[in-house]
């Protein structure tokens, strides 16, 4: 059983930076797909990015956020973190950290994911 929590939510003013960990517990972090997802108020949990444990430790993004989030991940630590830089008020979200095995082509979406932490929140304004 994988466990994972998140840290480092917060409010921030746009155009700021925050950086997002999530530390895994029960299994190491190069088994499985790690992946953030993010919730907004009155909408659906959406796919932020996520490294793959398999061919060659790819990582994919969703276009609102290429170029201004980056995943990383410390096997030495069996974490992942979230760079979120340029951040806006359309970036305030719970943010949530997952775990799973799924094929490529479930990589974005919910179902492809087994374990996931409490989630953190972010907010952004100013």
């Known amino acids: 059983q994988v466990q994972l929590e998140e840290s480092g939510g917060g409010l921030v003013q746009p155009g700021g930076s925050l950086r997002l960990s999530c530390a895994a517990s029960?299994?190491?972090?190069?088994?499985?797909?790690m992946a953030w997802f993010r919730q907004a108020p009155g909408k659906e949990r959406e796919f932020v990015g996520a490294?793959?444990?398999?061919?060659?430790?790819?990582?994919h993004y969703a276009d609102s956020v290429k170029g201004r989030f980056t995943i990383s991940r410390d096997n030495a630590k069996n974490m992942v973190t979230l760079q979120m830089n340029r951040l806006n008020p359309e970036d305030t979200a719970l943010y949530y950290c997952?775990?799973?095995?799924?094929?490529?082509?479930?990589?974005?979406?919910?179902?492809?994911?087994?374990?996931w932490g409490q989630g953190t929140q972010v907010t952004v304004s100013s």
């Open positions: 997952a775990a799973g095995k799924s094929i490529l082509s479930a990589l974005r979406t919910e179902s492809g994911y087994k374990y």
């Open positions: 029960g299994g190491a972090v190069t088994q499985y797909n």
């Open positions: 490294v793959r444990r398999l061919g060659g430790n790819t990582y």
